[in-house]
């Protein structure tokens, strides 16, 4: 009886594991959509307000357009690789 009551922590364990997992997955692509695209209107904002009218007021959105879009790229891969080989194990297990 103790061999199944670990069994049935296992499988518990297991399922919850999943939920997180899921929700990993589903909130993943809004970890890299929403701060690339902030990223990437800094420094459309720059490029037309201070590189076409020679304005250098504008250039603190390139650098913190860069910030943001470098950091992303680095942490964010990664991130995204590993949970797509998680997935993947995940399916294996069934």
Known sequence: MNQYHIKKDYII?????RRKIKVELLSA??????????SLFLIYDWFTRGFMNN???Y???????????????????PFIKSMGLLRKE???RG
């Open 13 to 17: 364990h297991d399922t919850r594991l």
């Open 29 to 38: 692509p809004l970890f890299l959509i929403i701060p690339v695209s902030a």
């Open 55 to 57: 304005n250098p007021m």
């Open 59 to 77: 250039d603190g959105e390139l650098i913190l357009g860069s910030m943001i879009l470098i950091g992303n790229m680095i942490t964010g891969v």
């Open 90 to 92: 995940m399916k294996k």
